[in-house]
């Protein structure tokens, strides 16, 4: 039995961007039910819930930072995009955005940041995305705060919610998923709520000065047939896997970047990430490996997809 995260004495403030996210939901409910107050970034105003102070601003709004951390003993960033039209707002707000967040983290006093990043950071030239997340990464490791810091390189992120994954359920009612650069590529995975849990655990500023990486205990992590195989029994037909070669996806992405251009609207596929998703190891480096002794995966990936399996049906999606 995974151990559980070891409740605070409700003296602490955690200042939270990305909180209206996929990930961001999981973390703010597992920083409340730990007793944190929480003062949560948002672009839209919410509903009032308990032990949370909106703070409507963004990565682009100094004012709004300021507001934020002001208070804050831990600040725990999330929010970046994940798709722009360009290289240019990669970096605007990924790399950009977080220089601004921490250097008020540093003038309100804030005591240790957990900065959510990713593990395209470790091969910045393969994608844009990768390159403002390594560039973020850049700006914690490489000047002296007066703050501490761990940097968390998830790897993919999955569980109720999740729109990306919802896709992928959808194409296994008809027996097929695909296997982006061919079917021997392997890559980890975690459910988000084990995920929220280890960067809650993180709030007691130990792994600091540290890059970790994260994953579900998995050492090795998966390929696309092995998460055919973990699919529940009754969710679909038997899935079969196909290879998606990068000449065919790459394309596909080239052509989305164009129309997306045209439209003015980014898109999730480009050669940029083509070339991303084609790469043929995403699993955790074991020297990087998170452990924590109040921390363990709660889900296996059998486990977890079929929790997010079950949230879809419930919500009318699957």
């Not at 003038?107 to 900065?115: P, S």
């Not at 988000?192 to 540290?210: E, I, M, R």
Request: with cysteine; glycine share 10%.
């Amino acid at each position: 039995m995974p151990t559980k995260t070891k409740k605070t004495d409700g003296g602490q403030t955690i200042a939270l961007t990305g909180a209206t996210g996929f990930l961001g939901g999981h973390v703010l409910q597992e920083l409340v039910d730990n007793g944190y107050r929480v003062k949560a970034l948002t672009r839209r105003p919410q509903q009032d819930r308990p032990n949370v102070e909106w703070i409507e601003g963004s990565l682009d709004d100094a004012e709004s930072l300021q507001r934020l951390v002001s208070g804050s003993d831990i600040l725990m960033h999330l929010a970046g995009l994940t798709k722009a039209l360009n290289r240019d707002i990669f970096f605007d707000v990924n790399v950009g955005g977080s220089k601004s967040l921490f250097k008020a983290a540093q003038d309100a006093g804030v005591d240790h940041v957990v900065h959510v990043s990713s593990m395209a950071a470790r091969e910045p030239r393969l994608s844009h995305y990768g390159a403002s997340k390594a560039g973020a990464d850049l700006l914690l490791t490489a000047r002296k705060w007066s703050f501490s810091w761990t940097i968390v390189r998830p790897p993919a992120i999955y569980g109720p919610g999740d729109k990306e994954i919802l896709k992928l359920l959808k194409a296994t009612r008809y027996g097929v998923l695909p296997a982006p650069g061919g079917t021997k590529n392997r890559f980890s995975m975690i459910h988000a709520a084990d995920l929220a849990k280890a960067l809650v655990t993180l709030c007691d500023k130990s792994n600091g000065q540290a890059i970790v990486e994260i994953d579900d205990g998995m050492t090795g992590g998966y390929t696309v047939s092995d998460v055919a195989k973990a699919m529940p029994e009754g969710s679909g037909k038997k899935t079969r896997t196909f290879p998606v070669p990068f000449a065919l996806l790459g394309t596909i992405g080239a052509v989305n970047g164009l129309v997306a251009k045209v439209i003015n609207r980014p898109a999730m596929l480009t050669y940029s990430t083509a070339n991303y998703l084609c790469h043929p190891d995403w699993t955790v480096k074991e020297p990087r490996r998170f452990k924590h002794a109040n921390w363990s995966p709660q889900f296996d990936l059998k486990a977890g997809l079929l929790d997010t399996i079950e949230w879809y049906r419930k919500k009318d999606l699957l």
